[in-house]
């Protein structure tokens, strides 16, 4: 059984902050590489932020330079800290297991989706 719980969003004016947790179980999570997906309304589900089990990141272009994807294997715990908050960021946000196709690009391992948290980003 795979239990993936997101926590941590909330509303937040434009160039503020918010750190997102992820807390993994029913998974050897040390060995698993893990990834961020958010959803607008109306949109399709977008990768942002990737690390592998070795801590090597991966970040959506529209969010270089103000996330910042981390691990703590000890807790099983995957966090995306984000900062300078742009109203284009309000989603909601998922974690999942990352997996590789043959071209390196993720696809989130895990079918059954978590409940996600609500990051919304006023101006």
């Known amino acids: 059984q795979v239990q993936l719980v997101e926590s941590g969003g909330g509303l937040v004016q434009a160039g503020g902050s918010l750190r997102l947790s992820c807390a993994a179980s029913g998974i050897i999570f040390s060995i698993n590489a893990m990834v961020w997906y958010r959803q607008a309304p109306g949109k399709q589900r977008e990768l942002v932020a990737a690390?592998?089990?070795?801590?090597?990141?991966n970040y959506a272009d529209s969010v270089k330079g103000r996330f910042t994807i981390s691990r703590d294997n000890a807790k099983n715990t995957v966090y995306l800290q984000m900062n300078s908050l742009k109203p284009e960021d309000t989603a909601v946000y998922y974690c999942?297991?990352?997996?590789?196709?043959?071209?390196?690009?993720?696809?989130?391992?895990?079918?059954?989706w978590g409940q996600g948290t609500q990051v919304t980003v006023s101006s």
């Open positions: 690390i592998t089990s070795g801590g090597t990141t």
């Open positions: 999942n297991v990352g997996r590789r196709d043959v071209s390196g690009r993720y696809y989130p391992a895990v079918g059954s």
